[in-house]
């Protein structure tokens, strides 16, 4: 798998023995990747993410696994707080709700987009043993907050490739 470094300073230690158990997924809510990619390096910003994978497919690594990127902010997931700690964060590029706003649909997601997913998927379960239905979106951990990924997300798509929350169900 071909990932583009993109390193950004938005990232701090993870609690140490921290085990990575859980992806978190996200649309980046910008209009472009590159738009995306220079908020998520700014400083101001304070926001970061692990991967950001673009609509032709493109996957860009901007925090190192091991670190505690700062994608999820408030938040928790099976009655754990502060998902940051110990989870993967990624960004799909994907105009969001603002699109929504424009067009009075929600942006889809292209299929180059997906696989790529997949792909970054299948790495990041083998690599640190992630249970793959424990991969779930920032609305289920901040559902108070968050959206993304948004009604065009595919999850039961996904779930067919072996991945994603709806295998719980
Ligand atoms: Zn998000």
Not at 43 to 49: H, Y
Not at 140 to 155: E, Q, S, T, V
């Amino acid at each position: 798998m071909h990932l583009i470094p993109y390193p950004s300073p938005n990232f701090n230690e993870r609690p140490k023995e921290t085990v990575i158990e859980t992806i978190v997924l996200h649309y980046t809510d910008m209009e472009t990747a590159d738009l995306s990619l220079k908020r998520l390096c700014d400083p101001k910003a304070e926001v970061s993410t692990h991967y950001l994978v673009d609509i032709d497919g493109t996957i860009y690594q901007l925090v190192a696994d091991e670190k505690r990127a700062w994608h999820a902010g408030v938040s928790q997931w099976k009655g754990r707080d502060n998902v940051n700690h110990f989870s993967i964060g990624i960004e799909l590029q994907n105009e969001g709700y603002e699109y929504f706003l424009k067009h009075n649909v929600w942006d889809p997601y292209p299929l180059p987009l997906m696989e790529s997913l997949v792909q970054l998927l299948k790495v990041l379960t083998t690599k640190y043993n992630i249970d793959p239905s424990n991969i779930v979106g920032h609305d289920d951990i901040a559902p108070d907050r968050k959206r993304d990924p948004g009604p065009h997300f595919d999850w039961q798509w996904l779930a067919e490739k072996g991945f994603g929350k709806e295998l719980e169900k």
